[in-house]
């Protein structure tokens, strides 16, 4: 007689291969950049103004946002330089339309379900018409821990690199014909270098006190942020972040020198196996020194 396995193992082993599958998925960036012009229409030297429209809506029965997106996206762009107008009347280069929408998801129990986020955010220029169009979604997954889901979604959505950075990306895309992955390099490569300017936020002399508040949740997702931005580019297979992940072992979050040491293993980089073995043996955190001695088995089992 075959013998059963009770329904509280059942339910672990569950909720263990739920846990195992968001691991394996939460470094991927749900999001997408569609070019709505020629690309030859950037840079736009010039337009620094933008007027921001973006309507919020969630499936909650009272209605209410847990945060505020559009003030959010605003405080994005003002930390980049760009100077925001207020009303649709007066002069302006650029338009931020678009949406952020909550819409219920998959049931996880009894009154229990997901949530799933998306954003929609198009960037037109008054002369030129529509430049392109960022979509961001995600969505929770159950996880061992009984966080609620959407705390996850919410929490996943403002560590998406395409939203972290989505002021960033505006701004290079507008004034310096650069794409999402050449911002998100610049973005990486500032946050380790050592004689880099203070951003505009840092500065709480002259920011609005709402406004640099906003910014310091900016800085406190940063590391999370920094981390799927190196899966991204793992994820598409992009190898222009090769050359800088040794400067990401200098980043202050030891997980983001976990991910920038396992991204070695992801593009199959031969030639780090010295830097590895040194972190091997001398890396001050053992994190680090198990994620070395993880990707170096990973490296020399693929090699010819």
């Known amino acids: 007689m075959k013998k059963q396995i009770p ?31 020629d690309l030859d229409a950037f840079p736009i030297r010039t337009a620094n103004t933008i007027y921001v429209d973006v309507q919020a809506s969630t499936w909650k029965t009272r209605g209410r946002l847990l945060w505020d997106a559009p003030a959010d996206i605003r405080a994005k762009l003002i930390a980049v330089g760009f100077e925001i107008v207020r009303e649709k009347t007066q002069p302006h280069a650029l338009t931020l339309t678009g949406s952020y929408d909550e819409t219920r998801g998959r049931q996880f129990g009894i009154n229990r379900y997901g949530t799933v986020l998306l954003g929609t955010f198009r960037i037109e220029h008054h002369e030129k018409g529509p430049l392109f169009e960022i979509t961001i979604q995600e969505r929770a997954a159950l996880t061992p821990l009984g966080t609620l889901p959407y705390l996850d979604s919410l929490h996943n959505f403002l560590t998406n690199p395409y939203y972290h950075y989505l002021g960033e990306i505006i701004d290079g895309q507008v004034h310096r014909s650069q794409d999402a992955h050449r911002v998100f390099l610049k973005e990486l490569r500032a946050k380790v270098a050592r004689d880099v300017a203070p951003r505009v936020s840092d500065n709480p002399d002259w920011i609005p006190e709402g406004i640099h508040s906003m910014q310091q949740a900016h800085t406190l997702y940063e590391p999370v942020a920094a981390r799927r931005t190196i899966g991204e580019f793992v994820q598409a297979r992009d190898d222009s972040i090769v050359d800088l992940l040794p400067d990401l072992l200098n980043h202050p979050d030891v997980y983001v020198k976990v991910r920038s040491v396992q991204a070695f293993g992801d593009f199959g980089v031969m030639e780090a196996l010295p830097l590895l073995r040194d972190l091997e043996k001398n890396a001050q955190e053992i994190e680090v020194r198990n994620a070395a001695s993880a990707t170096i088995t990973r490296l020399t089992k693929t090699s010819p």
């Open 7 to 37: 329904t509280h193992i059942r339910c672990l082993l569950a909720v263990v291969m739920m846990f195992m599958a968001l691991m394996i998925v939460s470094d991927r960036a749900l999001a997408s950049v569609e070019y709505l012009t």
